[in-house]
């Protein structure tokens, strides 16, 4: 693993020049995905500012491009039409004032008449590295670049830690109002949402109070990233709580949760109908954001981060990594979400092929499942040894999922195998193949399962139990790698 020094990490970037050659670099390595937004150079982690803008779906991404290293972050900016296929379209929000000197962090967008408005994090760090975190604004103008408001929507507030950002506005019809959920950290070290409303979306901020989600008083150290959705009637809350172990996650300390519930704005309280569960049960999945401006009631749209803090990836030897999910729709199913890939995702398979023991590099894989135990190996070597071993325990309901077999290892110490409890027998998986992740949509997207794998040339079999029934296609790429400034 490459030592960076502060300096490096934080070096500020001036222009195209200084990246194309990292840039160029990376575009033949073997694991640059085909369906999935992944950096143009270095670093990237959270999906920022996701929503639906005059015909235009904007996704951004939080991105260090200097290498495959948490430093400087820009905002990265892609756009689709279609939440499938995905076009660069530059750098999108740059640290370039007071407040954000140390990086723009998360946020969220949101649009309204003929404007699309950013919000973010300005991550403010004075000489000796003391951190201030600003709730800041941007407006894109007509060349689609941000135009930033001169200052700050508010700072933090002196009653809680240094760890207050990612704004997440919304708009609530019934008190006509937007309110901006912030991840914090209050002064005990526990996680906490703050609340803050205004009847303008760009002016008038004021503190309305500290969410309350009853039950979850003591949960994680640090609640990142805060989203809150309505699906069908119901409230859905999802966080990213870290700083603390859940059972089932082995030794991670970074999740991404979820609860459905009611908000009550009067009294900020998120009252949960049922115990949290997991947006993704898979080694790899954080910082999930729904898109805003989605017209129909009864679905969310999410995309996630395949990745975790502090975690590290096989290309970073490639001075890259990270990889945003594919888009997926959530339905309100009974007590859970129900999850899959988005609509017409179908329209990128290209040719069905053979079930013959061997994966395309990328495409997707569905299997049906006979009655009993099933063992499916993905990525095995030609002669059936090694790689992701996903074996499913009829009796116990639990799939298990084994990385420690493929040939690149990492995040070792973070776990290596995970578990996913079935609400009932398996029945099929459809698993998304790019070329260093998998995706895993379960007994008809109850549970998700996301991970990085980083299969070498000679793993690119499979092996399955007798009786089950798989149907494997090549998908056409939907991410263009090209290098946009
Ligand atoms: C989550 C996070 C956010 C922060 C951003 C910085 O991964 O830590 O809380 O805004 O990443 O890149």
């Given at each position: 693993m490459r030592e960076w020094t502060r300096e490096e990490r934080y070096r500020v970037l001036h222009s195209a020049d200084e990246i194309i050659d990292l840039h160029d670099k990376i575009v033949s390595s073997d694991y640059r995905q085909k369906f999935h937004v992944q950096p143009i150079t270095g670093l990237s982690s959270d999906p920022n500012g996701f929503g639906y803008h005059n015909g235009i779906w904007h996704l951004y991404y939080q991105w260090c491009?200097?290498?495959?290293?948490?430093?400087?972050?820009?905002?990265?900016?892609?756009?689709?039409?279609?939440?499938?296929?995905?076009?660069?379209?530059?750098?999108?929000?740059?640290?370039?004032?007071?407040?954000?000197?140390?990086?723009?962090?998360?946020?969220?967008?949101?649009?309204?008449?003929?404007?699309?408005?950013?919000?973010?994090?300005?991550?403010?760090?004075?000489?000796?590295?003391?951190?201030?975190?600003?709730?800041?604004?941007?407006?894109?103008?007509?060349?689609?670049?941000?135009?930033?408001?001169?200052?700050?929507?508010?700072?933090?507030?002196?009653?809680?830690?240094?760890?207050?950002?990612?704004?997440?506005?919304?708009?609530?019809?019934s008190k006509d109002k937007y309110f901006i959920f912030i991840g914090a950290q209050n002064l005990d070290l526990k996680g906490r949402a703050l609340i803050y409303e205004s009847d303008s979306l760009l002016e008038g901020w004021k503190f309305a109070g500290e969410l309350k989600v009853p039950g979850f008083e003591d949960f994680g150290g640090m609640w990142e990233c805060p989203c809150i959705v309505n699906i069908s009637g119901k409230d859905v809350l999802i966080f990213s709580p870290q700083y603390t172990k859940l059972p089932g996650r082995a030794e991670s300390t970074n999740h991404n949760i979820y609860l459905i519930g009611k908000m009550d704005y009067d009294t900020l309280?998120?009252?949960?109908?049922?115990?949290?569960?997991?947006?993704?049960?898979?080694?790899?999945?954080?910082?999930?954001?729904?898109?805003?401006?989605?017209?129909?009631?009864?679905?969310?749209?999410?995309?996630?981060?395949?990745?975790?803090?502090?975690?590290?990836?096989?290309?970073?030897?490639?001075?890259?990594?990270?990889?945003?999910?594919?888009?997926?729709?959530?339905?309100?199913?009974?007590?859970q979400l129900i999850a899959s890939p988005v609509e017409g995702f179908e329209q990128l398979r290209d040719k069905e092929l053979p079930a013959d023991g061997t994966l395309p590099a990328?495409?997707?894989?569905?299997?049906?499942?006979?009655?009993?135990?099933?063992?499916?190996?993905?990525?095995?070597?030609?002669?059936?040894?090694?790689?992701?071993?996903?074996?499913?325990?009829?009796?116990?309901?639990?799939?298990?999922?084994?990385?420690?077999?493929?040939?690149?290892?990492?995040?070792?110490?973070?776990?290596?195998?995970?578990?996913?409890?079935?609400?009932?027998?398996?029945?099929?998986?459809?698993?998304?193949?790019?070329?260093?992740?998998?995706?895993?949509?379960?007994?008809?997207?109850?549970?998700?399962?996301?991970?990085?794998?980083?299969?070498?040339k000679d793993e690119h079999n499979y092996t399955v139990t007798e009786g089950a029934c798989v149907t494997i296609y090549s998908l056409k790429p939907s991410v263009k790698d090209d290098f946009v400034f």
């Open positions: 491009p200097w290498g495959a290293v948490h430093g400087l972050k820009y905002w990265y900016h892609a756009t689709s039409t279609d939440l499938i296929h995905w076009t660069n379209a530059g750098v999108g929000l740059w640290p370039d004032t007071v407040y954000d000197n140390r990086g723009t962090h998360s946020g969220s967008a949101f649009s309204k008449g003929d404007d699309l408005y950013l919000f973010y994090t300005g991550n403010h760090r004075d000489e000796d590295w003391t951190r201030t975190p600003y709730t800041c604004a941007a407006k894109l103008g007509e060349d689609g670049k941000p135009v930033k408001l001169p200052k700050p929507l508010f700072g933090p507030r002196p009653d809680y830690s240094e760890h207050q950002r990612d704004p997440k506005i919304v708009y609530v019809p309280t998120f009252t949960p109908e049922g115990d949290y569960r997991f947006l993704d049960f898979g080694f790899d999945f954080y910082a999930a954001q729904f898109a805003a401006n989605v017209s129909d009631p009864d679905k969310a749209i999410l995309i996630g981060w395949i990745g975790l803090p502090d975690n590290h990836y096989p290309t970073e030897e490639e001075d890259w990594e990270g990889s945003m999910s594919v888009v997926r729709e959530l339905r309100l199913g009974d007590g990328f495409g997707e894989f569905l299997l049906k499942a006979g009655a009993g135990d099933m063992d499916l190996n993905l990525f095995t070597k030609a002669d059936g040894t090694g790689g992701l071993k996903i074996h499913y325990d009829d009796a116990a309901k639990t799939l298990t999922v084994d990385k420690r077999g493929m040939e690149k290892r990492f995040n070792q110490n973070v776990g290596e195998v995970l578990e996913v409890p079935l609400d009932r027998a398996l029945s099929d998986i459809r698993v998304l193949i790019d070329r260093c992740s998998v995706e895993m949509f379960i007994n008809g997207g109850e549970a998700t399962f996301t991970a990085h794998v980083y299969p070498t």
